[in-house]
């Protein structure tokens, strides 16, 4: 099989401290780096997505403007292109990570598969060109772009793993909801605390 490794969003604002910090994120952005250093050579890529939103709108909607954001599909301003809190958490070794996709430019994206690499392929385009059947995803946040990323991925038709233990959540119940609708999809979750 030829398989892809996601790293989903693992950006500042998305870790301790960020606009829209997530418990538990920076000990998942140096988990990963100890993942990589142990398996890196069992991907045949290791793709990482940024949401990449853009500073002058709201995003379609997605930063809260005049409201307070509701924290579903209303933000606060998080990951504006080019500024600290969209960079990669300096936790993450991204020497071994091979391309990197950038989402959200303009729009709420909450899944890789919306984003471009720096060539501006798409990440369906590169999965086909590659020959990829077997995904495992990491990341932040387990609720909602490593749900997004996921189930595209396995309604690509590939193979979908996510490494629970690698992933942090916004919420407690949206993320015990997530990993429920990805093992429905059909996703397996490794381990599977249930
Ligand atoms: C995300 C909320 C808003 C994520 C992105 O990366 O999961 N969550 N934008």
Redesign the pocket.
């Given at each position: 099989m030829v398989s892809a490794l996601f790293i989903?969003?693992v950006q500042n604002d998305?870790t301790e401290g960020g606009a829209?910090g997530v418990a538990g994120g920076a000990a998942v952005a140096a988990d990963i780096t100890t993942f990589l250093w142990a398996n890196a050579q069992d991907y045949c890529v290791v793709i990482a997505s940024r949401?990449w939103h853009d500073a002058t709108n709201d995003n379609g909607g997605h930063f809260a403007v005049d409201e307070e954001p509701n924290f579903v599909d209303t933000?606060p301003r998080?990951c504006v292109a080019g500024t600290t809190g969209a960079e990669y958490h300096p936790a993450l070794n991204t020497e071994q990570i091979s391309l990197h996709v950038r989402k959200g430019q303009g729009v709420p994206a909450?899944s890789i598969f919306e984003g471009t690499t720096d060539d501006g392929e798409t990440v369906p385009a590169l999965l086909d060109r590659l020959g990829v059947d077997r995904i495992d995803v990491a990341g932040?946040?387990t609720d909602?772009?490593?749900l997004a990323s996921a189930m595209d991925a396995a309604a690509s038709g590939r193979k979908v793993s996510v490494l629970t233990k690698l992933t942090a959540g916004?919420a407690p119940e949206s993320s015990v909801a997530a990993l429920a609708t990805m093992k429905e999809a059909g996703i397996t979750l490794v381990p599977d605390d249930e």
């Open positions: 989903i969003d998305f829209l949401d933000w998080h909450y932040i946040a909602y772009c490593v916004v």
